[in-house]
């Protein structure tokens, strides 16, 4: 028996997030594990289940979720991607795969996570997204102000008690997260994106630091009341949680020793700088 | 009563072309001039039916559409693209709107269209095009020689009749058409683009040229049987159609005089160098 660990790209707009579900009668619903199970049959010829390694939400898009699974194959790890990607609708594909460690879990091993939030902002037509890109943005009215949000988002990087930044029913024992950097970037006039690194995420804690400093962009709250709001613990003193849209899981980190997959940068893979 | 011209753009995936269309049974299929004919009712509140420039296929984009309609409507003009882009869905939306003379004729007057035809080429996973963009390109595997392509499109330049570059039931009485610019861009490593500007279109012509070009890229023709393809006045002579995503209508030119609207460079709209 094998394991493998694969780097999974999606466009989240059509899947009910990554972890497979049915509805209350039974029927499947179309997600993420559920199209690479399905591909991992058709592929290996013998039942496979995934273990992904963020369970992004219905709408949430990636370019570098990574998940890890068993198999008996003797396929050569390099033809992994293509086999898969060949077997998979054109909204989900593999982009690289690598042997792993029969102990390696891809929540557990993972060390950071990278996301992404854009955001168009301004007045119509100016917030309309590039047609061609249209459902990897949202959108904000009226123009954000992207340096009070980046003074703010400053102001988040370190370890702290998230539980103002996370949905109410979070489920976790601990809220205490390491929030590595957390920066915006004025990617094009009207369009800004916010990068947030961390060791671990809560529920909707991405979407809320971003509802959050919108919240700044907008000159309703002040970089300054960061700190009391993390404080507070309390889900009310922050913004609201942003809609899936705008976010993409970009890439997760493992320890080099378990030789976990790295997108190929032509693949619009994870960029770590 | 007005007459006005809107610069349409629109992702065709989800439409079965501009045409509004039912099926054998009456139901109506979803086309762009429906959408945009219902957004008209909408926000003019009476019935107006749109003429549109070019009577894109299923599946083919544009960012440089036309079409005109009258309406009895007090509307400010610079209104007119916000309030329907408003009342239309996420993939259709109008960038520019302008009051015309009340025999403006979108298709008659028109002195000249540009498209585009992207795609991706080589091996996979190289041809795997940009997740977020993966609608607006064809995949032709394996790699293709863009300068011989660039080499036979400077050859379709001029006036000749293109017959042999049309669907067999082009259905006009003259297939002599003029071709203003023809010529391959490369855009990125294993993405080239093929522009095409001509004073009229026959049907498929842009998608034949496209699949004839390919053929060249792919060493199968030379650059220089182009002369005796056109003179052969024979559909077989060419290459196959190309698929409709790959496809783009740019933009639209009228005589100044008539004011016809041009799409702002803010919404992606034509480039017409």
Chains 1, 2 share one sequence.
Request: proline share 8%.
């Amino acid at each position: 028996m094998r394991r493998l660990a694969i780097v999974v790209q999606y466009d989240g707009s059509s899947f009910h997030g990554w972890q497979r579900q049915t509805t209350p009668d039974g029927s499947p619903l179309r997600t993420v594990q559920g199209e690479i199970d399905a591909a991992l049959v058709r592929v290996m010829r013998q039942p496979v289940t995934t273990r992904g390694a963020s369970r992004t939400d219905a709408g949430v898009h990636a370019v570098g979720q990574v998940a890890a699974f068993n198999a008996e194959t003797t396929i050569p790890v390099e033809r992994v991607s293509l086999a898969l990607t060949s077997a998979l609708p054109s909204d989900v594909r593999v982009v690289a795969a690598a042997d792993v460690p029969a102990t390696f879990d891809p929540i557990r091993d993972a060390v950071a996570k990278g996301y992404r939030y854009r955001i168009r902002h301004g007045s119509p037509p100016t917030t309309w997204p590039d047609l061609e890109r249209r459902g990897w943005s949202a959108t904000v009215w009226p123009e954000l102000d992207a340096a009070a949000m980046g003074e703010a988002a400053a102001m988040l990087v370190g370890t702290h008690d998230f539980t103002s930044f996370a949905h109410t029913h979070h489920g976790r024992e601990s809220a205490v997260r390491t929030i590595l950097r957390c920066g915006v970037v004025e990617e094009q006039p009207s369009q800004l994106r916010i990068e947030v690194v961390g060791t671990g995420f809560l529920y909707n804690m991405v979407r809320i630091i971003a509802g959050t400093l919108v919240e700044v962009g907008r000159g309703r709250r002040r970089p300054q009341e960061i700190p009391e709001m993390l404080a507070a613990r309390d889900r009310r003193s922050t913004g609201p949680t942003m809609p899936p849209e705008g976010l993409c899981l970009m890439w997760i980190e493992y320890p080099p020793s378990l030789g976990a997959p790295i997108a190929p940068p032509t693949a619009g893979g994870p960029r770590r700088s």
